[in-house]
């Protein structure tokens, strides 16, 4: 076989590579080749690479190389991988900044095969990979990512199957069981770890390189320390994932640079991570820096390499309690419970039950039992009293009773006898080496179920037998598990002998504990035998104790008694709002409703205020007719979310705005322009619990402001009106509560006030009831805003419309008679009315008692015209009321015997049904007589005025 002269064996190239390292001296391999010593002993490294190409193409200056050439039977025959003959380039070592010294370009690496193949999917994967590896290095080193931050996007990077979850890996190993295709998933298996495996390799430095490493080392021991370094960042720029110049370059900068050593010690541990003790002092070195989350990834590291290290954790946990990570030190302790076996029993049985205690105090009961678990399924020989305290503790929380009185019967003395028909083959067995498996069951199995095992096992139990050396502990725990399995009439038999044999003033709380059971199933008067012994001692008489002892005497329908009970769970815990709430109750039913508020009083300066007893105190408050005490107390409860007016000229910045934000943000800016603060410094504290619903708490404002009406509590209607349109809680009502605000002001005789609000409820509900309220808010104005917005509503209203009369009527009040006649003249052509024809008739009578009117006769009988044009549109049905203005427009005018005459016929005229009804309000017969007894009295005729007196006004 013929080689080419550019085709050198790997050794060669090594060899001159050494030679050239070491300036040209005597090559320290093994090969036969002679290299001409030089005169220098060292020679600058730019010009050994520029030597490179001569030295392979002059004879002179090497000595001859021998090969053997083999022929093809001799190379089939021999056991040779052709692969391994890798055509190969002298190695160029290239100068790297000293800083950082990785380049982004990819590298030729070595290859199998020819030199014109193209790189396979796997090579350009690889590839990949490295550039990545190279990237999160610079950055790493760069400050611009943490070590965790790297070590995890290194996984990914190298493996992305490394970073799967747990739970998507036993999900994966489910399916590899239960699957058909066992074999197919097997070999897809082993083919991800074969491709794992092949990743790993690239960490192995060819033995050019390894060569190169080497020289590297000895350049370092020789303190050529610079050299040393660019050496490592070449490998580094070849092969980034192999560790060993990493390990190299942190002892380089070890003394000069411990920083920037500790990186590259970091680097080249994540490139080996099997390594535990050395993970266990990069933790140290990051604590002696300060950097505590550092510590803990090496730490985690450490537990990977070392799962059973126990010490490890307790460093981890320590360090993630000191900043506050919980959660992650109790995740970790259950994991080195899963990892512990039965020969770790003593740590099994320690972190277990230092476990479940944290867990129990979290109130994560479910993690507890997990805990626990373990200690029954792995080391159940070391398994003591305590443990099956812990463990029947957690059951019971957990409602778990078929499985504490398994417990119960098996570690302990105590006997429970079942039925023989049944004891065989009823009875559920449970394998504590199943826990997590049952639990599951447990959490599917639904209610009927459950229901249905409960009475099978109800059927069983016969009797139960508790030896006199069992520990209190564990015999309440029975009771207690029995009175759940809803047999009382087997823990009732066991119960004197308790009672018996403990004192309540050492056992009381597992006399509480058994009552409270009792209290479950509806049993008050069994409760009440284990209850009274601890209310009369001395340790155990306490508000919790006492206020079990009123709700059984609740249950038992003895509201006396319960009232005493919870007297003195008043006494004890003034603070027991719920307590007092039932008290409260208690009292409302027997009619107490005085004493009822005064065990729902709270001081506002002093305590945290409960919405609900305010809520309800407001109630009875009103109950008992104590109003001011009842609007007070409303309006402490409104406060919650209504803000307190301090001054009647902050009700402008309300009526500008129509939003609740709006709101608030002008009364902020008003009162910042006071320096003053939006919320009261002082002001009362609620508690975020036990607040009563949208519905009722606005009802119940509702109902203050008709009451406030009723009792003619205008000036506070209107200030409660008012502060409810700060409130956010009722933004939804935010209509309706302007409407109040509203009325507020025209009962109040506000114009100003009232004005702004009706502005806007006609903007946005131009409706009929609104333009009254309109005019309403017009007749009592003291100033003339008003004819400014009618004149600006005029051009966007139809040609006839309730502003038209409004502007109408201003322009006859101010006296311009001429514009009211127009316009009603105008809408009286639109739509005929006989209001329109009264205002009509009204204007004209206006114009003719002017003093200088001309065509005084015109106007008065178009006045009349119009007058009995009124009366035809009213009709027979309001006769009355026609005749009445008609006698008015006479009596003006000085007509009298036509005054006197209608007058007569509004005394005369029948009375309709609809005006008998409310004659109080429509009824004109007092008017028209009291009028005629005006104009008999101008005319001297005293005896007809007083008889229409007497016979129509005199009560």
């Not at 550039?131 to 400050?143: M, V």
């Not at 004209?844 to 002017?850: D, E, F, G, S, T």
Request: with cysteine; net charge neutral.
């Amino acid at each position: 076989m013929q080689l080419s002269e550019t085709t050198i064996a790997p050794q060669v190239s090594l060899c001159m590579l050494c030679s050239i390292l070491n300036g040209f001296t005597k090559c320290r391999s093994t090969c036969k080749m002679d290299i001409e010593d030089s005169s220098e002993d060292t020679i600058n490294m730019g010009e050994a690479r520029a030597e490179i190409p001569m030295l392979l193409n002059e004879n002179t200056s090497l000595a001859p190389v021998i090969i053997e050439e083999l022929d093809e039977h001799a190379i089939t025959s021999m056991n040779v991988d052709m692969g391994e003959f890798i055509e190969a380039e002298a190695l160029k070592v290239h100068e790297v900044n000293e800083e950082i010294a990785l380049s982004n370009t990819n590298s030729e690496t070595y290859h199998s095969g020819s030199a014109g193949e193209n790189m396979s999917d796997t090579e350009e994967q690889d590839s990949l990979a490295a550039a990545e590896e190279d990237k999160l290095t610079k950055q790493f080193l760069n400050g611009e990512l943490t070590f965790s931050e790297y070590s995890l996007k290194m996984d990914y990077a190298v493996d992305p199957e490394a970073l799967e979850s747990e739970t998507s890996r036993k999900a994966f190993e489910s399916e590899l069981a239960s699957s058909k295709r066992i074999g197919k998933n097997r070999f897809q298996r082993s083919a991800n770890e074969s491709s794992i495996r092949q990743k790993r390799k690239k960490r192995i430095l060819p033995p050019a390189l390894q060569g190169l490493m080497g020289e590297a080392n000895v350049r370092f021991a020789r303190g050529e320390t610079q050299l040393a370094a660019q050496m490592c960042m070449e490998i580094i720029r070849q092969i980034p994932s192999a560790p060993e110049p990493f390990q190299t370059l942190s002892m380089i900068y070890e003394n000069d640079q411990p920083d920037k050593s500790l990186q590259f010690s970091l680097i080249a541990a994540h490139l080996s991570p099997r390594d535990a003790d050395q993970w266990i002092r990069l933790a140290s070195q990051s604590l002696e820096s300060g950097n505590i989350k550092q510590a803990i990834t090496c730490y985690t590291k450490a537990i990977q390499a070392n799962p059973k290290d126990v010490g490890v954790y307790d460093l981890r946990a320590n360090l993630q309690e000191e900043i506050g990570e919980k959660r992650s030190h109790i995740k970790g302790y259950m994991k080195l419970l899963h990892h512990l076996g039965p020969e770790d029993g003593e740590n099994v049985v320690k972190y277990a039950k230092m476990l479940a205690k944290r867990l129990m105090q979290e109130n994560n009961n479910e993690q507890a039992l997990e805990a626990m678990g373990q200690v029954f399924s792995k080391c159940s020989n070391l398994v003591t009293l305590e443990e099956v305290n812990v463990m029947t503790e957690l059951l019971i929380a957990l409602k778990q009773f078929h499985k504490c009185l398994h417990i119960l019967t098996k570690y302990t003395r105590i006997q429970v006898h079942y039925k023989k028909s049944n004891s065989s083959e009823n009875v559920k067995k449970y394998n504590i080496q199943d826990w997590q498996t049952q639990n599951h069951e447990d959490k599917n199995m639904d209610h009927d179920a459950k229901k249905q095992n409960t009475e099978e096992l109800e059927q069983d139990i016969e009797s139960c037998q508790i030896p006199a050396d069992v520990v209190v502990d564990l015999k309440a725990k029975l009771l207690i598990t029995l009175i759940e399995l809803n047999k009382v009439n087997i823990a009732d038999q066991l119960l004197p002998e308790l009672m018996l044999n403990e004192d309540p003033e050492v056992s009381g709380d597992l006399f509480l504990d058994i009552a409270e059971a009792l209290m479950g199933k509806r049993e008050f008067e069994r409760a009440l035998i284990l209850l009274q012994p601890l209310v009369d001692s001395k340790n155990f008489s306490l508000a919790a104790v006492w206020l079990r002892h009123a709700e059984c005497w609740v249950g038992c329908k003895d509201i006396k008694k319960a009232i005493q009970s919870y007297e003195i769970v008043r006494k004890l815990s003034p603070q027991h709002l719920d307590a007092r709430l039932e008290l409260a109750k208690l009292y409302k039913l027997k009619g107490q409703f005085t004493e009822a508020i005064e065990v729902l009083k709270q001081d506002p300066n002093v305590d945290v205020l409960d919405p609900g007893v305010v809520y309800r105190r407001t109630l009875l408050l009103r109950r008992v007719k104590k109003y001011d005490e009842y609007f007070q107390s409303g309006m402490l409860l409104l406060s919650r979310h209504c803000l307190s007016l301090r001054s009647r000229s902050e009700l402008s910045t309300l009526t500008r705005a129509i939003g609740v934000r709006q709101r608030l943000e002008a009364l902020k800016l008003y009162r910042l322009s006071r320096g003053e603060t939006l919320e009261e410094e002082n002001g009362p504290i609620f508690s975020k619990e036990n607040e009563p619903s949208f519905r009722n708490e606005f009802l119940l404002f509702l109902q203050m402001c008709r009451l406030a009406c009723k009792r003619k509590k205008f000036g506070l209607l209107q200030r409660m009106c008012f502060s409810a349109l700060t409130s956010k809680k009722f933004e939804k009502k935010n209509f309706h509560i302007m409407f109040l605000c509203l009325v507020s002001c025209i009962y109040n005789n506000d114009s100003y006030y009232g004005f702004n609000m009706v502005r806007e409820l006609v903007r946005i509900f131009p409706r009929s009831n609104v333009w009254n309220l309109l005019n309403v808010v017009v007749q009592r104005a003291e100033d003339c805003r008003h004819n400014r917005f009618i004149m600006r509503w005029l051009a966007r209203e139809d040609p006839f419309s309730y502003l038209h009369i409004l502007h109408a009527n201003n322009c006859l009040v101010s006296g311009t008679y001429k514009y009211a006649l127009n316009d009603y003249m105008s809408l009286f052509k639109a739509g005929p009315s006989a209001l329109l024809a009264l205002l009509i008739a009204v204007t004209l009578l206006q114009m003719a008692c002017q003093k200088f009117a001309a065509k005084k006769n015109q106007l008065v009988i178009q006045a009349l015209a119009f007058i009995k044009k009124y009366s035809q549109i009213r009709g027979k049905d309001c006769e009355q009321e026609s005749n009445y203005n008609t006698a008015r427009a006479f009596h003006q005018l000085g007509l009298l015997p036509a005054a006197v005459h209608h007058y007569k016929l509004v005394l005369e005229s029948p009375v309709p049904e609809i005006i008998q009804r409310n004659a109080n309000i429509l009824d004109l017969k007092r008017e028209a007589a009291f009028n005629l007894h005006l104009i008999y009295s101008h005319t001297e005729n005293h005896h007809m005025a007083r008889m229409y007196l007497e016979n129509y006004i005199t009560v």
